[in-house]
């Protein structure tokens, strides 16, 4: 019987940290959360050179979906290479590890080589294009990893019955097996998104500017964007929580609600679709 | 039919989520015998076993009524203590799965975590355990070897000793040698019939011919319900239902 | 013999590729990742080499980073650096390792997946907003309970970080757990061994190498953390006094390339000193990741029957 009591002690204990993550978060939010009654929400679709945030709020999304559309054809093709194609063998490995690897750079690093090699020796310039190729290669390593993981829930029984029936390789990856998986590539990619969505060392250099007279007309232009604006604000300009708290709670929200749809994607599809429900 | 009871079940349901596994099995079970369940794949007859040392619970969305006494003692009252329940009644699983420890190793885990000895005791224990499951000559040389380097029929013994060795008083077997050739199954089964001198063994087959190898006692599940329990010879021979009868003579399974 | 196997297989796979056009396509997207790593290291070295040449080992033992005076010394900065990032771990580590055995084997299973989601959602936050709840509330705090004029300190820095890493380290520690297979865990129950005597006795030797490899990939995210450091950590470039003063301000490497890539001149040495700096975070980061890896691919955990 002591034993038990013994037990319920050492998990109490294991338990405090848990609770202390959970504090964390809900103080997170609660700090967020108490500044909204001071955010005056026409900002949002006011022009900045007036005050607002409005060409900040387009500057993110156009950022996040230029980046999307650079790093998601890629990390998919990519990720059907390594599921569907892919030798075991020495080359491979070196892939496999590059992949890990690019996740393990730090964005500041990112920025300084957008910088040199996109900014300078492409010669883009400080524009919206070198923020998409920048954050596309930080985005690159989560739509790969995520679209794998999707690519081999779908079971064999799906690919070899398409071949059987006489489908090419390609062919049978294409009509049968991606379909299946397009949930959890889709999620992989909002995943991206919300990675990046709120990232401001990789475009410090190479992408943003603090004020723009109105939005960018062509991807060679400067963009604001919400996180850029953020930090310059505190760090450089020293502006008071009260004037900066609208672009924080934006910038929130935007990332909350990425990461909360890819989350929300993730366990709907899982139950929707039954082959994955046996995986536990 | 069996007075002398080790396991009395009385009215057992278990339901997993909204599929009720288990509908009202009752039966009782003769202390230091072999019972074998026997029962198409689906029919319950794991759940019946890990029902009798309280392991169902550790899978979600389990749920159990009815009573299962063990001496006399019901397991799924309150005051249980599940740990020392879990003692007495020693498992043996389908696959063999020994600890990624040495083979010394996986037989003291029950002796330390139980604190039943300690130094020289323990020693003592881990051979009398590997004698008992005939595994002794064959490893006493390389004690501190991986237990993974045994074979499977080696690895499936050493399980035994292994659950011999916390001294328990009845040993459950879920289909033992379902992942092992035929020269392994057979030393298993002389196993299960000597241990049956000493101890009270459950054994869960879907393969008709170890039944009637190695059991006193035989009951036939079928979707959940108990169809048939007598002594293994009459079950065989003369089966009182119609579906113990097709399911004997291979109509099914 | 992986090696010899790898250069006869490499133009083989290249005819192959060539003979298969979509393959050859899902290829080259693949070696993506490959290809921008290297230009990564050959961008990073090129832009860097005029500070490796006139600076030397001075990049790294340099005890003095003044700009106006042209002194590149990354001593304190990278003091700083680890300063904070050890600090950081040193919260976190235990936090999330436990965390981690919670929700895995403890925590009921009808609340496993909503924890885990929090935990998921924490992570999401991007690093300004952690500045920005560092600045208007940590800081001030910190300077309040201890006394301090300015609450920009390394101890902030630290907290910050930690609850930064605290995720990367709940989840990658997390899976590990849950990789131990479900055999060894009956197993022990069915011995009768208490879930906290499974927890201790089997699944937490089984997954030890995986925690290493989440706190390497923690130390991994902690060093090259950039904003939310730069904003709460002071930015003093001068090693504390004493070294382990956490009340300090420090300077991290990663804050220093932030604030100054804006003003440094292509070309100069300031602009050639910052991309060695970034240089040596890369190496780090990378060298991190790699070992990582490499402990979580050889598991110890086998099956115990080939069937």
């Not at chain 1, 794998?148 to 779908?154: D, G, K, Q, T």
């Not at chain 2, 005051?79 to 498992?91: A, D, Q, S, T, W």
């Not at chain 3, 004029?149 to 890493?165: D, Y």
């Not at chain 3, 061994?193 to 699944?203: C, D, E, F, G, L």
Request: charged share 15%.
């Amino acid at each position: 019987m002591s034993g038990q009591t013994g037990e319920k002690v050492i998990f109490a204990i294991l338990g405090v940290p848990m609770l202390i993550c959970i504090l964390i978060f809900l103080w997170i939010l609660s700090l967020l959360l108490t500044g909204i009654g001071t955010v005056r929400w026409e900002l949002f679709t006011m022009s900045a050179l007036r005050g607002g945030m409005l060409e900040m709020i387009v500057g993110t999304i156009y950022l996040l979906l230029g980046a999307a559309a650079v790093a998601g054809p890629i990390g998919v093709l990519a990720a059907i290479y390594l599921v569907e194609y892919a030798p075991s063998g020495g080359l491979t490995r070196i892939i496999d590890q590059a992949i890990n690897n690019l996740a393990g750079v730090p964005s500041i690093v990112i920025g300084l080589f957008g910088y040199t090699f996109f900014c300078r020796h492409l010669g883009l310039g400080v524009s919206l294009a070198a923020g998409w190729l920048t954050l596309a290669l930080m985005m690159l390593p989560i739509v790969i990893r995520g679209s794998e993981e999707a690519l081999r829930m779908v079971p064999a029984s799906f690919r070899e019955a398409a071949l059987a029936l006489g489908a090419t390789r390609w062919k049978a990856i294409s009509s049968t097996i991606l379909p299946a998986a397009a949930p959890g590539v889709v999620t992989s990619v909002i995943l991206g998104m919300a990675r990046v969505a709120g990232e401001t060392a990789a475009i410090l250099f190479t992408s943003c500017v603090l004020i723009t007279r109105g939005l960018p007309k062509t991807p060679f232009e400067p963009v604001m964007a919400l996180s850029y604006n953020l930090f310059v604000q505190i760090v450089a300009l020293g502006a008071p929580a009260q004037r900066v708290f609208g672009i924080t709670l934006v910038l929130f929200m935007i990332v909350t609600s990425l990461s909360l749809s890819a989350i929300l994607l993730r366990s709907y599809y899982r139950l929707r679709q039954p082959w994955l429900r046996m995986k536990g | 039919m069996v007075n002398d009871a080790k396991v009395d079940i009385r009215n057992l349901n278990v339901w997993f989520g909204d599929n009720h596994v288990l509908k009202d099995v009752s039966f009782k079970i003769r202390e230091k015998a072999v019972t074998a369940i026997m029962g198409p794949s689906g029919c319950g007859k794991t759940t019946l076993i890990r029902a009798i040392n309280r392991m169902n619970e550790l899978i979600c969305g389990c749920r159990t009524s009815g009573e299962v006494y063990i001496n006399g003692h019901n397991i799924y009252d309150g005051n249980i203590n599940v740990y020392e329940l879990r003692r007495k009644v020693g498992m043996v699983f389908q696959k063999p799965n020994p600890f990624p420890k040495s083979i010394y190793e996986n037989v003291a885990f029950g002796p330390r975590i139980h604190k039943m000895a300690n130094g020289r005791e323990i020693d003592e224990i881990v051979e009398r355990s590997l004698r008992e499951a005939a595994l002794w000559d064959e490893v006493k040389d390389r004690l501190q070897d991986s237990a993974f380097n045994l074979s499977g029929g080696q690895q499936q013994r050493l399980c035994i000793a292994r659950a011999l060795a916390v001294k328990p008083e009845i040993i459950l077997m879920d289909e033992p040698c379902s992942a092992l050739d035929p020269a392994a199954t057979t030393k298993i089964e002389a196993l299960i019939r000597r241990l049956s001198k000493r101890y009270t063994v459950i054994i869960v087959t879907h393969n008709l011919q170890q039944a009637a190898r190695v059991s006193d006692f035989t009951a036939f599940l079928y979707e959940g319900r108990l169809i048939e329990y007598s002594d293994t010879k009459s079950v065989f021979e003369n089966p009182r239902s119609e579906l113990t009868k097709n399911y004997i003579a291979g109509k099914f399974g | 013999m992986e090696t010899r196997s790898f250069k006869k297989g490499l133009p083989k796979l290249f005819m192959h590729l060539r003979s298969q056009p979509i393959e050859f396509v899902l290829f080259l997207c693949a070696s993506f990742s490959v290809v921008i790593l290297l230009l990564m290291l050959l961008f990073v070295v090129m832009e860097g080499s005029l500070a490796f040449t006139r600076l030397g080992t001075q990049l790294i033992l340099g005890q003095m980073w003044k700009t106006n005076s042209d002194l590149y010394g990354g001593f304190p900065l990278i003091y700083g650096s680890l300063m904070v990032v050890s600090g950081a771990l040193l919260i976190s580590i235990p936090l999330g390792i436990c965390t981690s055995i919670f929700i895995a084997e403890i925590l009921p299973f009808q609340l496993r997946d909503p924890i885990k989601s929090v935990i998921e959602l924490l992570a999401s936050i991007p690093s300004v907003i952690y500045g920005f709840i560092g600045v208007t509330f940590l800081a001030p705090l910190i300077a309040s309970i201890f006394g301090l004029q300015s609450g920009a300190t390394a101890f902030t820095a630290s907290l910050i970080l930690a609850i930064m890493v605290l995720p990367t380290i709940v989840g990658v520690s997390g899976e590990t757990i849950s990789a131990v297979p479900i055999e060894y865990k009956e197993a022990a129950l069915a011995l009768g061994a208490s879930k906290w005597q499974t927890i201790r006795n089997v699944i937490l030797p089984l997954s030890k190498s995986g925690m290493l490899a989440s706190v390497m990939l923690g130390f991994g995210r902690a060093i090259g953390e950039t904003v939310a450091v730069l904003m709460v950590a002071g930015n003093v470039a001068m090693v504390p006094t004493p070294p382990w003063n956490y009340l300090a301000p420090v300077y991290p490497v990663t804050a220093v390339i932030a604030m100054q890539m804006g003003e440094a001149a292509v070309g100069s040495l300031e602009y050639s000193a910052l991309f060695g700096l970034g240089l040596i975070l890369f190496i780090i980061t990378f060298a991190v990741n790699t070992i990582a890896d490499v402990i979580v691919r050889r598991r110890p955990v086998g099956r115990s029957v080939q069937l």
